[in-house]
């Protein structure tokens, strides 16, 4: 069930952040204009004007290839499936709803809480990128899973999903509402668990409309789609970052992404992590936080997180074991506390 309480929390940080969710924030100023009040930590000067201005920014071996291409062995594993049996990646299922049959073609790998998953989440090099945009140093980790997404035929051809005109479009999207008049403020990032070739697809997104989106938007017309762009992209070319294993890519919710098909022989895996202000006056979603990590319950602040239909992961494994970092992540220890 999502969490029911849609009151403005502040964050707890010095820089006046305010949520309902943990999703989306409000702030007087918007992360892409925000000047500094701590030192840069893992990002340089270069890097931090990039993030303002495009939208986004690569962090190279955030985790190592090490850890990297452990989580990738994980995600075959946990799915049952063979790397050097591509027959593996397509064997037939039933679908417990069109939803479910969506995720199965995008790739998600129903697992939030493994001790790897947790490695990545607990570590500093990973959590200091995110105090860099943020400019604060007491965040959540967002409860998130993987993606393993093998060439996009067969069963897992994105033509099975019926095409719409509106609304979500997983190749360009913005993931708020940029219609409205005070854009909310939004961060996710991916880290690569393999690298990236562009045979294989992957995360795209056109940050020339972000650099020039404040004078796009007061030339579009009204009742224009709020989430999916209408741009030619000549004007507006899409990107590919070069990713390698263990790179963390971080982009702005503002930005329009969305992911390429995979058209090659492997599969392209990663991460979901990001990390948000934390909320921690909003009891009812910090105890759920720590009650996902705990029993391994699937996280409910997303209707598309589902759980894993053949074998939850709460009757695989036990709980993670945090380090220090990770319980003040999680939202189980204070940042106030000493």
Same mark, same amino acid.
């Given at each position: &069930?999502p969490?029911?309480?849609?009151?403005?929390?502040?964050?707890?940080?010095?820089?006046?952040?305010?949520?309902?969710?943990?999703?989306?924030?409000? @702030?007087?100023t918007?992360?892409?204009r925000?000047?500094? $009040?701590?030192?840069?930590r893992?990002l $340089?000067?270069?890097?931090?004007?990039?993030?303002?201005?495009?939208g986004y920014?690569?962090?190279?071996?955030?985790?190592?290839?090490?850890?990297?291409?452990?989580?990738?062995?994980?995600?075959?594993?946990?799915q049952?499936l063979?790397?050097?049996r591509?027959?593996?990646?397509?064997?037939?299922?039933?679908?417990?709803?069109?939803?479910?049959?969506? !995720?199965f073609?995008?790739?998600?790998?129903?697992a939030?809480?493994h001790?790897?998953?947790w490695?990545s989440?607990?570590n500093?090099?990973?959590? *200091?990128?995110?105090?860099d945009?943020?400019?604060?140093?007491?965040?959540? @980790?967002?409860?998130?899973?993987?993606?393993?997404?093998?060439?996009?035929?067969?069963?897992?051809? /994105?033509?099975?999903?019926?095409?719409?005109?509106?609304?979500?479009?997983?190749?360009?999207h913005?993931?708020? *509402?940029?219609?409205?008049?005070?854009l909310?403020?939004?961060?996710?990032?991916?880290?690569a !668990?393999?690298?990236?070739?562009?045979?294989?697809?992957?995360?795209?997104?056109?940050?020339?409309?972000?650099?020039?989106f404040?004078?796009?938007?007061?030339?579009?017309?009204?009742?224009? *789609?709020?989430?999916?762009?209408?741009?030619?992209?000549?004007?507006?070319p899409?990107?590919r970052?070069?990713?390698?294993?263990?790179?963390?890519?971080?982009?702005?919710?503002?930005?329009?992404?969305?992911?390429?098909?995979?058209s090659?022989s492997?599969? /392209?895996?990663?991460?979901?992590?990001?990390m &948000?202000?934390?909320?921690?006056?909003?009891?009812?979603l910090?105890? $759920?936080?720590?009650?996902?990590?705990?029993t391994?319950?699937?996280?409910?602040?997303?209707?598309t !997180?589902?759980?894993?239909?053949? /074998?939850?992961e709460? !009757?695989?494994?036990?709980?993670?074991?945090?380090?220090?970092?990770?319980r003040?992540?999680?939202?189980?220890?204070?940042?106030?506390?000493?």
């Amino acid at each position: &069930m999502p969490i029911p309480d849609q009151r403005l929390h502040r964050a707890a940080s010095n820089r006046p952040y305010f949520s309902a969710d943990g999703e989306t924030y409000l @702030t007087p100023t918007p992360l892409r204009r925000i000047e500094k $009040s701590h030192p840069l930590r893992v990002l $340089s000067e270069e890097d931090f004007a990039f993030w303002q201005t495009y939208g986004y920014v690569v962090v190279r071996e955030a985790i190592s290839p090490e850890a990297a291409s452990a989580l990738l062995e994980f995600a075959w594993d946990f799915q049952g499936l063979d790397p050097e049996r591509p027959e593996t990646w397509y064997e037939e299922r039933e679908f417990r709803s069109d939803l479910d049959r969506d !995720l199965f073609v995008y790739g998600f790998v129903e697992a939030y809480h493994h001790q790897l998953i947790w490695d990545s989440r607990q570590n500093h090099r990973v959590h *200091d990128a995110f105090v860099d945009i943020w400019d604060c140093e007491e965040l959540w @980790t967002t409860l998130d899973r993987l993606n393993l997404n093998p060439p996009n035929i067969k069963n897992r051809s /994105r033509s099975l999903i019926e095409p719409t005109e509106q609304g979500f479009d997983i190749e360009l999207h913005w993931d708020v *509402d940029t219609t409205l008049e005070v854009l909310p403020q939004r961060v996710q990032g991916i880290i690569a !668990l393999n690298d990236t070739e562009p045979e294989l697809g992957g995360f795209q997104c056109c940050p020339e409309l972000f650099r020039q989106f404040d004078r796009w938007r007061v030339e579009q017309p009204e009742g224009r *789609d709020p989430i999916r762009p209408a741009v030619d992209r000549r004007e507006f070319p899409l990107v590919r970052p070069d990713l390698h294993a263990g790179d963390l890519l971080i982009f702005n919710g503002l930005l329009a992404h969305g992911v390429a098909p995979n058209s090659g022989s492997g599969a /392209r895996a990663v991460q979901y992590l990001s990390m &948000m202000p934390a909320l921690e006056e909003h009891e009812e979603l910090r105890r $759920s936080r720590i009650d996902s990590w705990r029993t391994l319950s699937t996280p409910d602040w997303n209707g598309t !997180l589902l759980g894993d239909a053949a /074998r939850h992961e709460s !009757l695989r494994y036990g709980a993670a074991e945090l380090t220090g970092l990770g319980r003040k992540v999680l939202g189980l220890d204070s940042w106030g506390a000493q």
